[in-house]
């Protein structure tokens, strides 16, 4: 039989993680033949930024996050999504071509906004190979980001996003919820090196409280702010910083001198052996980033305003609901939060919370894929 199909895309960085280590886990558990297929990369041709200044949409999307200019996103966003409708039948036509040549046995779209194309154009060549959308925030952001009306699957990652599916018109048989977000094995596996020694060898106190502060993989200038205001604030604490693919943003942090102890590291694949040796989290409500600050017990302290990614916005809510850190309006005020989050009453709670959230979700997806595959009576061994 024919390969799998894993569709993602580099917006943000988010979605190729959760597609490398969803094939990693399916190969593991099925023996499934994985391809992972870059939608922009196909879809090049169509894009009008590209065209226009050798720059595609999503680089210029990572670059907006890397400079923290966010303030119009949900402006942003419904023009984008104007011109994926504009451009929706050249869209379909090339898919149709790259599954004629593909032949897959099973497609998964870990991509918003493009779903429907990617379902009309699998349709069109082959109606039997079932389509799964599996949804990579804790909700959709309605309508046309995750959840198209279609005779599609969808795998959702909390009771909100599976209410969501459910307000579409897709049966209880279409709809499967896993018990998270998708992270990487890595945080799943036991980390023995010793977190004192590992600390002074970073340059940082081995008792001292420790912050990780993360913004993605193309970080955010508001980290410089953070960092100052712990800097002028009389907390006794440390941060490490993970920076990304921001160089520059890199420099600036470690620039800035002064009593707070600091490592600064650019793009890592550790993030697990950061997180062990820290003691709460400071970001963005991405996900991700939230789900693997959560796998490794630390509380988290986000902000959620008006420059907040749209899709986002309920991450942070959700954060409140399980109780597992902070929510600010502004990291200008991150001094007050830190220090109300390390009150030792306040932490013991959130620690407790954080530790007591069992995402599972990477283990169980290859599961739910085969059950659908086994359920559309696609028949023989995907090698």
Request: proline share 5%.
């Amino acid at each position: 039989m024919g390969k799998v199909e894993f569709v993602y895309f580099d917006a943000g960085g988010g979605h190729r993680a959760a597609a490398t280590a969803l094939r990693l886990v399916t190969e593991q558990q099925l023996q499934w033949n994985v391809h992972l297929m870059n939608l922009q990369e196909l879809l090049d041709s169509l894009d009008p930024m590209l065209r226009l200044s050798g720059l595609r949409l999503q680089d210029l999307y990572n670059w907006l996050l890397k400079m923290g200019w966010t303030s119009g996103a949900g402006t942003g966003l419904r023009v984008l999504q104007a011109a994926i409708r504009l451009y929706h039948p050249q869209q379909v036509k090339l898919l149709e071509e790259y599954w004629r040549k593909s032949q897959p046995a099973l497609v998964v779209s870990i991509v918003p906004h493009f779903n429907r194309a990617l379902f009309e154009s699998l349709h069109r060549v082959s109606p039997v190979t079932p389509f799964v959308t599996v949804i990579t925030d804790f909700a959709d952001y309605p309508p046309h980001f995750w959840i198209e009306r279609q005779e599609q699957f969808v795998i959702c990652g909390s009771p909100r996003a599976v209410a969501q599916a459910r307000s579409t018109g897709l049966r209880d048989d279409q709809i499967f919820e896993t018990s998270g977000m998708i992270l990487h094995p890595k945080f799943y596996q036991a980390i023995t090196v010793d977190r004192a020694a590992e600390r002074r060898r970073l340059g940082l106190e081995p008792e001292l409280p420790t912050g990780l502060v993360m913004f993605g993989g193309q970080g955010s200038s508001v980290m410089v702010k953070i960092a100052r205001k712990l800097e002028a604030s009389k907390l006794n604490l440390q941060l490490i910083l993970i920076c990304g693919h921001n160089e520059r943003l890199a420099a600036m942090l470690r620039g800035i001198r002064g009593k707070v102890r600091k490592y600064v590291e650019g793009f890592t694949t550790e993030v697990p052996y950061y997180m062990y040796l820290a003691d709460f989290f400071i970001g963005k409500p991405g996900p991700g980033s939230i789900s693997e600050a959560l796998a490794m017990k630390l509380p988290v302290i986000v902000e959620r305003n008006a420059r907040t990614l749209p899709q986002e916005r309920y991450n942070a809510d959700w954060v409140l609901e399980k109780q597992v850190g902070l929510v600010m309006r502004d990291f200008g005020r991150i001094t007050p939060s830190v220090e109300d989050l390390l009150d030792p009453s306040s932490f013991a709670r959130y620690r407790a919370n954080a530790a007591a959230v069992n995402n599972r979700a990477v283990f169980e997806i290859p599961g739910i894929l085969n059950e659908i595959l086994n359920k559309t009576h696609v028949v023989g061994r995907i090698i």
